[in-house]
Nanobody, 122 residues
Framework: QVQLVESGGGLVQSGGSLRLSCAAS????????MGWFRQAPGKEREFVAG????????YYADSVKGRFTISRDNAKNTVYLQMNSLKPEDTAVYFC???????????????WGQGTQVTVSS
């Protein structure tokens, strides 16, 4: 059974930073792409960032490009999202997601964490 457990969310002022972590278990972590999504109140869940199995290829939504960095440590079965220069519009529940293939695709991930709240105050 695949489990994804996020941590690191919280309340931060505009311009601040947070680092989210996602610990994965239940399958060979290094074989699969991973991603971060978010959902703000009243909005649909949206893609934030993705990383291929090796960590050598990463992808970002335009809204976070240059401010957020996704990375992974396959030895620790963990994926990270470093968020800098946070804005109030980044406020959302952030979800870790696991794909069933090596590379990030437009097909929605199969596995999801429970989410962690990020709140950015102005």
């Amino acid at each position: 059974q695949v489990q994804l457990v996020e941590s690191g969310g919280g309340l931060v002022q505009s311009g601040g930073s947070l680092r989210l972590s996602c610990a994965a278990s239940g399958r060979t972590f290094s074989n699969y792409a991973m991603g971060w999504f978010r959902q703000a109140p009243g909005k649909e869940r949206e893609f934030v960032a993705g990383i291929n199995w090796s960590g050598r290829s990463t992808y970002y939504a335009d809204s976070v490009k240059g401010r957020f960095t996704i990375s992974r440590d396959n030895a620790k079965n963990t994926v990270y999202l470093q968020m800098n220069s946070l804005k109030p519009e980044d406020t959302a529940v952030y979800f870790c997601a696991g794909y069933t293939v090596e590379r990030v695709t437009t097909t929605p991930p199969r596995y999801w964490g429970q989410g962690t709240q990020v709140t950015v105050s102005s």
